[in-house]
């Protein structure tokens, strides 16, 4: 039996494990028998249930001690916005020296991997359930489609040509091999149009996907479309046109300042927010949310640790104003000013206290560790609405809609009221080319340090021109990551990335 089959069984059951523990069963009964994930969905509650597991190897990568150090944050450490601690498996990233026994590398792939299998389980159930009503059927449908088109779109970003595992073809994974990256994106574009067309505008919880997250990821795949590798033109009407969709029809907005975004308190409650995870550091749990970007690890005063800083070239371009003094810190409690030389400026970002660092007098905090409340966010109006501005500038120039999309953020990021034009803020008398780039840079400003800007940095080609002169041997097929060696070794048809 292969490596990805016999992994693929071995999540199934650990997610159903997940569900069990969660459901408070007594880990003492009698057993009788290992359940079977295809014979456990009997009731409405079991279903529930079975897409709480579905996420658990997401759980696990954002919120469990297994946190895989880095799986999130690989396209943070190969960016320029991102320096990453001394440890080697960082540092294979950063310096573009691939290595595909890395774990991060296994890491990545077995995550995404378990979370399709489990949908893909979850789905399979759905359909041939009649035990629960159509319109919970279809919400949870939709979910599982939103999440499984998630975890495609993170490996083939990262991958390239992967492996489609569907509900047919699942007990046979090994033998699958490797789908051009034009029918992985038809499987992801399938999935979140069922997601959009099932799923309802609001959860009252809101953590959970929503008809206009579904919409929202669907302009951010047709955007990566448009770019490298596949570089299909025609998918920037359609980014537009669905982040338009989000735009017009959603109740999501910019929050007012910059700097409520980052208040963990704020999380479930601010109008930008489209889709996320929660942080949480109670119970004993750690959850890296704020201390992966944690510069409190030089100051004894609040313990922790942090393996990630802004690059100082970064910092240093970082345009002026409100964002920048939200986004990094830059002097301690007493007022003391970091070096003006510091080689790896510290993020303030994802820090509940903002730019501030707070003094805890009389606060033990040296067994605090990887513990954090900070949101990952994985989604935010201010990312479709320069989605939209990159998109309708590449269909039809800069066009008035397309300013005032990229304008409103710009607005916010000097403090300033989002909807009053300003002509010392505002963009205006671009040509289509310049218009780009001011998109991008804008999206490197703003969207910093939520691991976006490698992806960018990919999909527009430009990998070579921003760190090729730091890494000379690099090309554009860096962009892909190398398959996991003993995945290459053991599924047939699967083949390796090659620079």
């Known amino acids: 039996m292969r490596n990805l089959y016999r992994y693929l069984k071995n999540t199934a059951l650990t997610a159903l494990s997940v569900v069990a523990l969660n459901a408070c069963v007594s880990l003492e009964e009698e057993p009788i028998g290992i359940l079977a994930p295809d014979s456990f969905y009997k009731t409405e509650s079991d279903f529930q249930a079975g897409l709480n597991g579905m996420l658990s190897p997401m759980w696990v990568s954002w919120g469990g001690y297994s946190f895989n150090w880095g799986v999130f944050q690989i396209p943070g450490a190969m960016a320029d916005d991102i320096a990453t601690a001394p440890h080697d498996a960082f540092l294979q990233f950063d310096r573009f020296n691939y290595d595909p026994n890395n774990g991060q590398i296994?890491?990545?792939?077995?995550?995404?991997?378990?979370?399709?299998?489990?949908?893909?389980?979850?789905?399979?159930?759905?359909?041939?359930?009649?035990?629960?009503?159509?319109?919970?059927?279809?919400?949870?449908?939709?979910?599982?489609?939103?999440?499984?088109?998630?975890s495609y779109f993170i490996l083939t970003q990262w991958f390239g040509e992967v492996p489609i595992i569907t509900t047919e073809n699942r007990s046979n994974a090994d033998k699958v091999g490797q789908s051009p990256v034009a029918d992985v994106y038809d499987a992801i574009v399938l999935d979140l149009q069922d997601a959009e067309s099932t799923l309802p505008p609001s959860f009252p919880e809101r953590i959970r996907p929503t008809s206009w997250a579904a919409k929202s990821l669907l302009s951010k795949v047709y955007l990566t479309m448009a770019g490298w590798p596949l570089k299909e033109a025609s998918a920037y009407k359609l980014a537009r046109d669905k982040a338009k969709e989000v735009m017009d029809g959603s109740s999501y907005a910019l929050e007012a300042d910059f700097k409520d975004l980052w208040i963990a308190d704020n999380g479930l409650t601010n109008s930008e927010f489209i889709f996320f995870f929660k942080g949480v550091n109670?119970?004993?749990?750690?959850?890296?949310?704020?201390?992966?970007?944690?510069?409190?690890?030089?100051?004894p005063k609040e313990a922790g640790w942090g393996d990630f800083f802004s690059e100082a070239t970064f910092y240093n371009n970082f345009p002026d104003g409100y964002r920048k003094d939200v986004s990094f810190t830059t002097s301690w409690p007493d007022g003391t000013s970091f070096p003006a030389d510091v080689a790896e400026p510290f993020v303030a970002?994802?820090?509940?206290?903002?730019?501030?660092?707070?003094?805890?007098?009389?606060?033990?905090?040296?067994?605090?560790?990887?513990?954090?409340?900070?949101s990952y966010v994985h989604m935010r109006f201010a990312d479709v609405l320069l989605i939209f501005a990159e998109a309708d500038n590449q269909v039809n120039g800069p066009t008035g809609e397309a300013y005032e999309a990229i304008n409103q953020v710009?607005?916010?990021?000097?403090?300033?009221?989002?909807?009053?034009?300003?002509?010392?803020?505002?963009l205006s008398g671009l040509s289509k080319e310049a218009f780009d780039k001011a998109v991008i840079d804008e999206r490197a400003w703003e969207l910093a340090f939520e691991e976006k800007r490698w992806f960018d940095l990919v999909r527009k080609e430009l990998i070579v021109e921003v760190k090729g002169v730091e890494y000379p041997h690099i090309n554009q097929n860096f962009g892909h990551l190398p398959k996991p060696a003993l995945e290459v070794e053991q599924i047939e048809g699967l083949e390796q990335n090659t620079y």
């Open 106 to 150: 296994s890491n990545l792939w077995g995550i995404h991997y378990a979370v399709i299998n489990n949908a893909n389980i979850l789905i399979s159930n759905l359909e041939t359930t009649s035990v629960i009503s159509e319109e919970k059927k279809a919400h949870l449908l939709g979910q599982a489609k939103f999440w499984r088109a998630n």
């Open 410 to 426: 710009r607005r916010r990021a000097l403090n300033q009221d989002i909807y009053t034009p300003d002509p010392a803020v505002d």
């Open 349 to 374: 970002k994802y820090r509940d206290a903002g730019s501030e660092i707070i003094s805890y007098e009389g606060t033990d905090l040296t067994g605090v560790n990887s513990e954090g409340y900070a």
């Open 282 to 299: 109670s119970g004993g749990w750690p959850n890296p949310g704020a201390s992966f970007y944690h510069h409190a690890s030089r100051h």
